[in-house]
């Protein structure tokens, strides 16, 4: 592929043009910069989280690089093709699945879906059931097949709408909100098996999620949208700094004390011989930790790492002001 990446967007928008309700009869247009002027390559293989609040903008681009929404300005290529110039030769190479509604047929059993996707993506007979078996195999399916669609759990369907993306063996998978509604033992289903896809296939995954254990588990890169735009994109750990996030140093002492004061850390919680401080998350905690036993009685001490989605809530909290 070329070195612009396996996916590559430069100063793409997306301008939507609503009619609004203006009076009794009278209707105004409004223009709705959905994506504005977002620029970014994944490489062939890599597995980025594309996150931001309600509205930012992420449905919008997921459907320009599939090619149902075509940019109003901008360039985008996916695998070398112009999504929404060639939906179709594109349809072969990408697998999309939108957590909140379902591509299966909901009357049907699960594997007329899969039959049809057989027929309608013209997939070789030989790859396709090798696919179907080790799909079916790697998520649990095989009870499922003759169930009507309608009759199966979020869980369960969610498997089947997976492995419906992926018969057709696509280089890049869409996933729009995988884990929503699921429960704690589904999401690790999904979460494993997703991971185990993009080591063993090299698919490359571009993941929308409110989740942020998701991009935690999957995603050594991130990409944060707001407004239409890129507000940061880096390392999952370059976040915290971006938001200046706090990591907390939770310490028992042998008897309840003042709050404890030491160089570079803040007591934000005391609870008899428990005291809960707070320090910059790109910091070592080691010296913080010598110093307070060196001047304290410490029984025991542990470190909590600071939630991401209040970084990012703090992140834009400091973008809007400045
Ligand atoms: N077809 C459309 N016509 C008009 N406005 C639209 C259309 N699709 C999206 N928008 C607007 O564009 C903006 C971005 O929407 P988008 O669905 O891309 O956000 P999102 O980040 O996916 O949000 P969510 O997390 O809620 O799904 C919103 O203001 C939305 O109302």
Redesign the pocket.
Known sequence: MTDDGFIALQGVEKV?E?RKKAGFLKRERRA?R?VDGISFAVARGEMVGYI?P????????IKMLTGILTPSAGRLRVAGIDPSRERRLLAHRIGVVFGQRTTLWWDLPLIDSYRLAHRMYRIPDARYRENLDRLVELLELGDLLDVPVRQLSLGQRMRGDIAAALLHDPEVLYLDEPTIGLDVVSKAKVRGFLRELNAERGTTVLLTT?DLQDIEQLCSRVMV?DHGRLMYDGPLAGLHEAGESERTLVVDLERELPPVEVESARVVRVEGPRQWLAFPAGRSAAPLVARLAAEYPLVDLSVREPDIEAVIAKMYAEKAVS
């Open positions: 939507f609503v709705v959905a931001g309600n509205g930012a903008g992420k449905s919008t681009t409110h949208i």
